[in-house]
C-alpha cells in the first residue's frame, strides 16, 4: 500500500517474514555448539549464578552420605524459620537466595563435578620450573626469566637478545649466556633464533655423524626440500646412502619443540557418544560421564510453595526457575540431538563400522539436516570439535561428511576411501621409483574409481605428501 504526500514524500507499508530468535533458543543453541569443555564451563557459570540448580547424583558412583550430609527434619524447618525471618524484615531476593552453607553437600557437589577442569603445566610453566633449579645466582635468574618471557608458544625466542640486554640493563654476553643456559632445559630445541638452530640444539654431540649433521642442517638445508641430493654429496664428498642417513636422522628431529609440552597437557579428546555393536547391528550411547546431570533445589521449591514466603522473593525464585528449567530443556534437547546424529552415522555407515576406512561411504550434512528437520549450517556447527567412539577408532563427527566416487560396478565410496587407497599406495611404492600423480590416477582408475590426476594431487597435498620427485630416495 503506498500513500501520496504533499511534500512529493511517499509512505509505503511492506510485509515481510521475519525469524526472531528468542533468548532461550538462543541458549539452546550455544549449548548444542559448545563442545564439553566448553560446556562444562557453561554449567558452572549458571550454577554460580542460580542457587536454584543442583547436581543430581550419579547413578553409577555411590556417595557415602554422612549424618550431616543431608539435613534434618528439623534443620530444614530452622532454615525456613530464619528464612521466613528475613522476608519478613525486607531482605531483597538476592540475600535472601544464598547458599546454605559452604560445607553442605550441593557445594560439595558443585565443586566435585568440575575438579576435572584442572589446569594444565604450559611450556613457560615448563621452563620455569627447570630455571629455578638451574640458576646459580638471582642475577642469572633474573636474565633467564626475561630470555623465557621472549619465547613463543612454539618454543623459539622471537626477542632479540640485544632487546633484552637494553631491557634489563645488562651486556649482550651475559644475554647469550642466558640464551644457552634455557637452551640447555627440555624439551630440546628450545630458545633457539631459527630452524637451523632448533635443531642443531637437538643433535646428540655424542653421535658420530654429529658434525656433518650440522653442516648439512646449517648449508643444505634448502637442497634437501628441494631434493637436490647430488649436489649435497659432492659439497659434503658424501655417497647417496651416507647423505641418506644423514636425512633420517635430521627426518627425527622436531622443528617445533614447544609443542612438545603444549601437545601433551592442552588438548584432550572426549567423545560425546559411543557407538558399540549390538547384535548384527550397532546402537549408540550418548556420553553422560562429562556433562552433570542437573535438578531444582527441593529446599527453594519447598520455600516458593510457602504461603509465608514474601511476593517479592516469589517472583524471584520463579524467575530462577524458570531459567533452570530452560538450561536442563536445552542439555537434554542437546543430548537427543547429538544422539540423533551418531544414530544417523551408524545407520548409513554400517560398512564402516564393520570393515574400516575402506568401506566409508558418502554422506552430506544436507542428509543428516533433512532427516532431522534442522538446516545444514546447524548440524555443521552441532558437530564441530565433537567426537565419537566406533568399532574402528575415534573419530571427530566432521570425519563422516565427504562427497564420493560411483566405482565400476555401482558402489558408492567416500572421498576419504580414495584418501586412505592413495595413502596405500604411496606407502607400498619403491621409494626409488615414486608413484607421480598421473600414475597413482592409472591404478585407481584400475581399481574402477573415474577420477582426473588434478583430484589425485588435490588429495595427496591434503594428505601431506610430496610429489614423486621429492619423495624420491637416491
Request: aromatic share 6%; glycine share 4%; hydrophobic share 35%.
Amino acid at each position: 500500500m503506498t500513500a501520496a504526500l504533499s511534500n512529493g514524500l511517499t509512505q509505503r507499508t511492506d510485509l515481510k517474514q521475519e525469524q526472531i530468535l528468542h533468548a532461550q533458543q538462543i541458549q539452546s543453541l550455544n549449548i548444542l555448539f559448545a563442545p564439553v569443555m566448553e560446556l562444562q564451563s557453561i554449567i558452572e557459570q549458571a550454577m554460580e549464578q542460580n542457587p536454584v540448580i543442583e547436581v543430581e547424583e550419579s547413578d553409577y558412583e555411590p556417595v557415602l552420605q554422612s549424618s550431616e550430609s543431608e539435613p534434618e527434619p528439623d534443620d530444614m524447618d530452622e532454615s525456613m524459620e530464619k528464612l521466613l525471618q528475613l522476608t519478613a524484615a525486607g531482605a531483597t531476593p538476592e540475600e535472601l537466595i544464598q547458599p546454605r552453607d559452604p560445607s553442605d553437600n550441593v557445594e560439595e557437589q558443585r565443586a566435585n563435578m568440575f575438579e576435572s577442569l584442572v589446569s594444565v603445566e604450559s611450556l613457560w610453566d615448563h621452563l620455569f620450573t627447570q630455571l629455578r633449579f638451574a640458576a646459580n645466582n638471582p642475577e642469572e635468574y633474573r636474565l633467564g626469566s626475561a630470555v623465557i618471557e621472549g619465547i613463543d608458544e612454539t618454543g623459539y625466542l622471537r626477542t632479540h637478545p640485544a632487546d633484552i640486554a637494553m631491557a634489563e640493563n645488562c651486556s649482550m654476553e651475559e644475554v647469550e649466556q642466558a640464551v644457552k643456559l634455557v637452551q640447555s632445559f627440555d624439551p630440546p630445541g628450545i630458545g633457539a633464533r631459527d630452524l637451523q638452530e632448533c635443531l642443531c640444539l637437538q643433535i646428540d654431540p655424542a653421535d658420530p655423524d654429529a658434525e656433518d649433521l650440522k653442516t648439512l642442517i646449517c648449508n643444505h638445508l634448502e637442497d634437501i626440500g628441494s631434493n637436490r641430493l647430488a649436489v649435497v654429496g659432492k659439497a659434503m664428498d658424501l655417497s647417496p646412502e651416507s647423505i641418506q642417513v644423514l636425512i633420517e636422522k635430521i627426518r627425527k628431529l622436531n622443528p617445533f619443540p614447544g609443542g612438545a609440552v603444549t601437545e601433551n597437557n592442552s588438548h584432550y579428546i572426549t567423545p560425546e557418544a559411543e557407538i558399540i555393536p549390538d547384535g548384527d547391528g550397532f546402537r549408540v550411547i550418548v556420553s553422560e560421564r562429562e556433562i552433570p546431570r542437573l535438578k531444582i533445589s527441593e529446599f527453594y521449591l519447598e520455600m516458593l510453595e510457602n504461603p509465608e514466603t514474601q511476593k517479592e522473593a516469589q517472583e524471584y525464585l520463579k524467575e530462577k526457575i524458570r531459567n533452570a528449567r530452560e538450561l536442563m530443556e536445552s542439555l537434554e534437547k542437546r543430548k537427543t540431538t547429538i544422539g540423533k546424529i551418531a544414530e544417523l552415522i551408524a545407520s548409513e555407515q554400517y560398512d564402516f563400522l564393520k570393515n574400516g576406512v575402506e568401506s566409508l561411504r558418502p554422506m552430506t550434512m544436507k542428509l543428516i539436516a533433512d532427516k532431522l528437520a534442522l538446516s545444514e549450517s546447524t548440524v555443521s556447527r552441532a558437530v564441530s570439535n565433537k567426537y565419537v567412539r566406533t568399532p574402528q577408532g575415534v573419530f571427530e563427527f566432521k570425519y563422516f561428511f565427504s562427497g564420493g566416487f560411483t566405482t565400476g560396478d555401482g558402489t558408492a565410496i567416500s572421498s576419504r576411501s580414495v584418501q586412505e587407497m592413495i595413502r596405500e599406495l604411496v606407502d607400498d611404492e619403491d621409494p626409488k621409483k615414486p608413484l607421480s600423480d598421473s600414475k597413482l590416477t592409472a591404478l585407481l582408475v584400475e581399481r574402477g574409481i573415474d577420477i582426473s590426476r588434478r583430484t589425485v594431487a588435490k588429495y595427496r597435498e591434503e594428505l601431506g605428501i610430496q610429489a614423486s620427485h621429492l619423495r624420491k630416495v637416491i
